[in-house]
């Protein structure tokens, strides 16, 4: 079986000021592990993903993560952040041979001016 | 150039309806799936297809039935609807069995079910 935990259901930070949206799993087996990003009234669109090899990932709009086998984590960090980037993050976890991908209950990044 | 695309995008209706909604791929994907998202935002994997064929079926109540006519469709009947059904609805695709497996979501059904 996997899970995926998001520690925090909302996280509020001023704009500019760096972030990090939390993310633990479980799984017997190694993973692929996953952020996505959904705005307002969007679908959810893929942020990162880490496969193999580096442990830090880089991905779009600036955000990056780093995967640590030994923490079962993979946090999201910005070291800067912007008013767009108010969304709800979702982290997901799919362990290699396994067909379903598994999400988090999700985190609401609130960006304040 | 959309690459998945739900109709409709909103759907309000009354409890003991049929209804459907249609998901429509152009991306070649081979695997096409259905999830369910409530109104704390969590979201919940219901039925996925992989070449027309049901590989997941989660624990979903015989009332939702999955229908794929190809590859590049996968739509998703409801019958008897019932206040709990309300949801957002998302469908999403993905190349199958490949290490760069990541799902590529539609905007989403909005279902209001009174």
């Known amino acids: 079986a996997q899970s995926v935990t998001q520690l925090d259901s909302q996280v509020p930070v001023f704009e500019e000021a760096p972030v990090e949206l939390r993310c633990n799993y479980s799984?017997?087996?190694?993973?692929?592990l996953f952020w996505y990003v959904q705005y307002p009234n969007q679908g959810l669109q893929l942020l990162l993903k880490y496969l193999s090899g580096s442990t830090l990932v880089k991905g779009i709009n600036g955000f990056e993560a780093e995967f640590n086998k030994s923490q079962t984590s993979f946090h999201l960090r910005k070291p800067s952040v912007h008013i767009s980037d108010t969304a709800e993050y979702f982290c997901a976890v799919r362990s290699r041979g396994y067909q379903k991908v598994t999400f988090g209950i999700g985190t609401k990044l609130q960006v304040i001016p | 150039d959309t690459a998945v695309s739900q109709t409709p995008k909103y759907l309000v209706t009354q409890m003991g309806n049929d209804k459907s909604i249609k998901c429509e791929q152009n991306?070649?994907?081979?695997?096409m799936y259905w999830y369910k998202q409530d109104s704390k935002k969590f979201l919940k994997i219901m039925f996925s297809?992989?070449?027309?064929?049901?590989?997941i079926n989660e624990t979903v109540p015989n009332r939702f039935s999955p229908k794929s006519p190809d590859k590049a469709h996968l739509n998703l009947h409801i019958n008897s609807l019932e206040l709990g059904d309300s949801a957002v609805y998302f469908c999403a695709s993905s190349r199958a069995e490949t290490a760069h497996y990541e799902q590529y979501f539609g905007p989403g059904t909005r279902l209001t079910v009174t």
């Open positions: 991306l070649g994907h081979d695997t």
């Open positions: 297809y992989n070449n027309k064929e049901l590989i």
């Open positions: 799984s017997s087996v190694s993973v692929y």
